[in-house]
């Protein structure tokens, strides 16, 4: 078990290995890095494995096993994407701006490396390649605290990126596993003031919420998402069943996934039993309001905490509402700042639905599942911020740096 003075001296160790990263080759470390995972591809495999049959033994939903597992073909992927981190230009030593000073100082804003990043986060051990790889680009040293269920998993893929690292000459505490499942190792990582610069949590409300309330070093928030589609009375309705279809079932257990639906009150009769029949011949278990029930008999009562729920599974809140206010108002006050979508073919509705609702992401007539660094051409992605300060939805390479001010005079004095 990691007693808080072995995680303090991982943060030491992660502190210094940090401090060169910036003037050395990133990309020739990543792509040993991704060597050395290729290599490694059959014993991560099976670790991987592993952990996957110790979820099923315990009931775990396959929503959940789904996101902990790496078939051969999405480890294939997640390595493929190591190349196109690689080819992003580099986000450090950026200027982002300058000018000269009245005394005659040169000012520049510079992006330079944030030191030392610690990811919590839960299942999905694609993350641990992903988080590492973004912040080494980044020229910052990762700290990865993993959930128990994928600890097999994460050993055996940091344990090759340190082997690739090596291999790169590059210091390879520059990404470093807490490899421990004491929840006193988070609250660890979380108050290491000086020795942490910034901590990311992925995972769902009750992590991110354990980590907000306990930090006492910098966090951006990411992941939670009760994200909604709105079925305005104008719209497509061959359209919003794509649409509702991909959102929800196409991958039930990730952050951007559809968790309830919203259908205007005028197409209704018509659209709620056609949605109502399609989830349930795709295996989802539909919770609706009254309204629902009238429309498609059968469905299962909706508590008032449905509404407030991220299922991250075949499960789907479903609810009748006047007009576009009550939909925007239902929002306001169970979304979680995430991702939400409309479909309507009013061009005034559109705008509205963008202009009010307070999110990352505001679609029309397009699925939430497109919340993602890689489909925004970020390369891959360190998770989906739900805050505002710093970085707001997918969170790519570019918002992996903060900035520094650099003066040059030949003297001056105030």
Not at 248 to 277: H, M, S
Not at 383 to 392: F, P, V, Y
Request: charged share 20%.
């Amino acid at each position: 078990m990691t007693t808080s003075l072995s995680i303090h001296d991982l943060l030491r160790r992660a502190k210094t290995a940090s401090r060169p990263l910036a003037r050395l080759d990133r990309n020739a470390a990543l792509r040993a890095v991704q060597v050395a995972l290729q290599d490694a591809a059959p014993s991560i495999l099976a670790a991987n494995e592993v952990d996957v049959a110790g979820e099923r033994a315990k009931g775990t939903s396959e929503a959940l096993v789904d996101r902990l597992s790496l078939s051969p073909s999405r480890f294939e992927s997640v390595l493929a994407a190591l190349d196109d981190v690689i080819a992003l230009p580099d986000p450090v030593g950026r200027v982002v701006s300058g000018w000269r000073h009245p005394k005659g100082m040169a000012v520049q804003q510079v992006t330079v490396p944030f030191g030392v990043i610690g990811m919590i986060y839960e299942s999905r051990p694609n993350v641990t390649i992903d988080a590492a790889a973004l912040c080494l680009k980044a020229g910052s040293a990762a700290v990865l605290r993993g959930s128990s269920s994928a600890l097999r998993s994460n050993r055996a893929i940091v344990s090759a990126m340190r082997e690739g690292l090596r291999a790169s000459r590059m210091p390879e505490d520059a990404v470093t596993l807490v490899d421990s499942t004491d929840r006193g190792s988070v609250t660890d990582l979380l108050t290491a003031r000086g020795l942490v610069d910034l901590v990311i949590p992925r995972g769902g409300a009750n992590l991110i919420a354990h980590v907000v309330e306990n930090a006492r070093v910098p966090v951006i928030e990411t992941g939670v998402g009760n994200c909604h589609l709105y079925v305005h009375s104008a719209a497509n309705l061959d359209m919003a069943l794509n649409l509702l279809i991909n959102g929800k079932t196409q991958r039930p257990g990730v952050c951007n996934a559809l968790e309830t639906l919203l259908i205007d009150r005028e197409v209704a009769p018509l659209f709620a039993p056609a949605a109502v029949k399609a989830l349930r011949s795709a295996g989802v278990e539909v919770r609706g309001d009254g309204d629902t029930a009238m429309y498609a008999p059968g469905v299962v009562p909706a508590s008032p905490a449905d509404w407030d729920t991220e299922f991250l599974d075949l499960v789907i809140a479903v609810r009748i509402v006047d007009d576009l206010d009550a939909a925007l108002a239902h929002i306001e006050r169970h979304g979680t700042g995430h991702s939400e979508a409309i479909v309507t073919q009013s061009l005034t509705a559109a705008r509205r639905f963008q202009d009010e609702v307070d999110a990352a992401c505001v679609y029309v007539n397009a699925s939430t599942r497109f919340t993602d660094g890689f489909e925004f051409g970020f390369g891959a992605e360190i998770g989906i911020s739900t805050q505002k300060l710093h970085a707001r939805g997918p969170m790519g390479l570019a918002q992996m740096v903060t900035h520094q001010y650099r003066v040059v005079g030949d003297g001056q004095v105030r």
